[in-house]
């Protein structure tokens, strides 16, 4: 499922689905998707991936937190923390996350709050791409 508004958008979230991103930068394009491929939380892991299919191709987004210890603020500076974002298509890329934040309301085995914005650099092109959204479970 996907979900496009105006490029000028600013909102952390530009949509109602469980997971929302406002991408910019290199590319320009919010993704929307109630479809969470996975979710897991257990001692002090945190992770959740989402796949999307769009027309390009599909795109696949990771967040691991391996030193989460409830809610609060997580860099993504840190070795601990961890976030990607892989293209499949046309123009097949992964992008690592190199700063940003995400921050964590709420984490419990069935639910996750949370919201995060960072900036992504491409592994081949090292092209960067800002994205901001959140994950509502």
């Given at each position: 499922?996907?979900?496009h508004h105006?490029?000028?958008?600013?909102?952390?979230?530009?949509?109602e689905?469980?997971?929302?991103?406002?991408?910019?930068?290199?590319?320009?394009?919010?993704?929307?998707?109630?479809?969470?491929?996975?979710?897991?939380?257990?001692?002090?892991?945190?992770?959740?991936?989402?796949e999307?299919?769009?027309?390009?191709g599909?795109?696949?987004?990771?967040?691991?937190?391996?030193?989460?210890?409830?809610?609060?603020?997580?860099?993504?500076?840190?070795k601990?923390?961890?976030?990607?974002?892989?293209?499949?298509?046309?123009?097949?890329?992964?992008?690592?996350?190199?700063?940003?934040?995400?921050?964590?309301?709420?984490a419990?085995?069935?639910?996750?709050?949370?919201?995060?914005?960072?900036?992504?650099?491409?592994f081949?092109?090292?092209?960067?791409?800002?994205?901001?959204?959140?994950?509502?479970?």
């Amino acid at each position: 499922m996907s979900c496009h508004h105006a490029a000028n958008q600013k909102s952390t979230n530009p949509c109602e689905e469980a997971f929302s991103m406002a991408l910019s930068g290199f590319v320009n394009k919010d993704l929307c998707s109630n479809d969470i491929t996975s979710y897991n939380l257990e001692d002090q892991l945190l992770q959740v991936t989402i796949e999307s299919s769009e027309v390009s191709g599909k795109l696949r987004f990771e967040i691991k937190l391996e030193k989460f210890d409830g809610a609060g603020l997580y860099s993504f500076s840190e070795k601990e923390s961890f976030c990607q974002m892989t293209v499949y298509g046309a123009s097949d890329e992964f992008y690592k996350c190199v700063t940003g934040i995400i921050d964590v309301r709420e984490a419990t085995r069935q639910n996750l709050q949370a919201s995060f914005d960072i900036t992504l650099e491409g592994f081949y092109n090292k092209k960067t791409i800002n994205a901001r959204g959140g994950i509502h479970l």
